[in-house]
């Protein structure tokens, strides 16, 4: 584990070329090109019918991948609106794969660093072994798409979305190790943020909510 400011981490992360891009940078950017690639493809001269047989299959493809919206509405959103629903969704996980760990000197300097240390531990572990890490994300992660009759009125409220994620590629996790019924551990007001590069997690701030 090495220490790297929060500052160099948050840089880093501003800078789209460089090499620790985020992965839920990387799955929005690549899903709204496939969003400008499928227009693009229906001024080709393929056949129609291919490219209409390509969209269904995605389709299915995606609807069986998010978890299911009891309201139906989202099985008439239009193929590129469903596109970005995958994409936020898929970009609010974090991908097991082993990562080296690399702690903020922010967060080492923090008094709760001792507090939670064993916590942390656990996590690190887990961060570092390839384990799942989603018993500790946000339970909003189990709504892929959320009816516009329900939804909250400002976006900072709805539960499909992760702004932090969406703009910053920053995860945060709930720092308790007792699981729960659900597969989700016990939620604590002390949640760590943390950004996720392929082979790296940047471990940045505690922050109370």
């Not at 948050?10 to 985020?22: E, K, Q, Y």
């Not at 609807?63 to 099985?75: L, N």
């Amino acid at each position: 584990m090495h220490g790297v400011t929060g500052l160099t981490i948050l840089t880093s992360l501003m800078l789209p070329r460089v090499v620790h891009i985020s992965v839920g940078r990387m799955s929005q950017a690549f899903w709204y090109g496939w969003c400008r690639w499928f227009n693009e493809l229906q001024e080709t001269t393929l056949s129609e019918d291919l490219v209409d047989s390509l969209r269904e299959e995605i389709r299915k493809y995606i609807m069986k991948e998010i978890p299911a919206d009891q309201s139906g509405e989202i099985a008439g959103v239009s193929f590129q609106e469903l596109l970005i629903v995958y994409g936020n969704w898929r970009a609010r996980h974090v991908p097991r794969h082993p990562r080296a760990v690399h702690i903020s000197t922010e967060l080492q300097m923090n008094q709760k660093y001792i507090t939670y240390k064993s916590e942390l531990d656990a996590i690190i572990r887990a961060i570092e072994s390839g384990s799942s890490l989603t018993p500790h994300l946000s339970r909003r992660i189990t709504t892929a798409y959320e009816p516009a009759s329900s939804r909250a009125p400002n976006l900072q409220g709805r539960r499909d979305l992760d702004l932090l994620v969406a703009d910053w590629g920053i995860h945060h996790l709930h720092l308790s190790t007792v699981l729960e019924s659900d597969g989700f551990v016990k939620r604590t007001g002390e949640l760590l943020f943390a950004a996720f590069a392929k082979d790296d997690a940047y471990l940045i701030i505690f922050i109370r909510i």
